[in-house]
Nanobody, 124 residues
Framework: QLQLVESGGGLVQPGGSLRLSCAAS????????IVWFRQAPGKEREGVSC????????SYVDSVKGRFTISRDNAKNTVYLQMNSLKPEDTAVYYC?????????????????WGKGTLVTVSS
């Protein structure tokens, strides 16, 4: 069964931190670029961060640069999204997705696999 499973979401106060995890199973992980997307209530889904299959290339949407860090542990088939200095506008369901490519993209139509998402709520 091919799947991606997100975890680590929750409620956090503004300025706080969370680390999201995306664990993969059932496919050849090493060939896949992994992308984090998010969708806030009433808004379109947007790409947040991307890490290439080798881990050598990363990309971030401007609104999270300097606050979020993406990394991958290929031995554990897991990608992490460390989120610091969280703001209320970061509130969303966060999804990880896999694209069989070595390059980063935020084109959600290109993704081959999707997780079911994990909710992040930033509120006091």
């Amino acid at each position: 069964q091919l799947q991606l499973v997100e975890s680590g979401g929750g409620l956090v106060q503004p300025g706080g931190s969370l680390r999201l995890s995306c664990a993969a199973s059932g496919f050849t992980w090493d060939y896949y670029t992994i992308v984090w997307f998010r969708q806030a209530p009433g808004k379109e889904r947007e790409g947040v961060s991307c890490i290439s299959s080798s881990g050598g290339s990363t990309s971030y949407v401007d609104s999270v640069k300097g606050r979020f860090t993406i990394s991958r542990d290929n031995a554990k088939n897991t990608v992490y999204l460390q989120m610091n200095s969280l703001k209320p506008e970061d509130t969303a369901v966060y999804y990880c997705a896999g694209w069989r490519s070595g390059a980063c993209t935020f084109n959600d139509h290109a993704m081959n696999y999707w997780g079911k998402g994990t909710l992040v709520t930033v509120s006091s």
